[in-house]
């Protein structure tokens, strides 16, 4: 978890001061610590694909709504702990790499209800 929050920590800083890897670390971040960071992102970015390919590809993950019911969009569980978790390591990397054909079909399969209706155009 701790390794998490460093790793959203730093994209939060890369994210508001750099435009690419090749400008060097942003203000205030060592440039041990932003090779690091560079590392982790790709090493995690390549789990994230490797989890699409070898796991969702052929098993999409339920959309929100439908693995967990009972919480709303707005609700905190979205933010932290199991609900975060979902949308970012199974759901958000499902949309990340299928198709667009196979996201539409997913669309058809699983509609968005009222609630979650701009849900998929924004992830």
Do not use: C
């Amino acid at each position: 978890m701790m390794i998490r929050f460093i790793f959203l920590s730093l994209f939060m800083i890369a994210g508001t001061t750099m435009a690419s890897n090749e400008i060097g670390a942003p203000e205030g971040v060592s440039a041990e610590d932003w090779e690091a960071y560079l590392k982790h992102k790709k090493d995690w970015e390549a789990m994230l694909q490797q989890r699409f390919e070898s796991e969702l590809k052929a098993n999409p993950p339920l959309p929100p709504w439908e693995k967990f019911p009972e919480y709303e969009p707005s609700n905190i569980f979205w933010r932290m702990g199991t609900g975060e978790e979902y949308l970012i390591d199974y759901f958000g990397v499902y949309l990340k790499y299928a198709s667009k054909d196979d996201i539409q079909a997913y669309k058809l399969k699983y509609p968005a209800p009222k609630i979650w209706e701009n849900w998929y155009n924004e992830n």
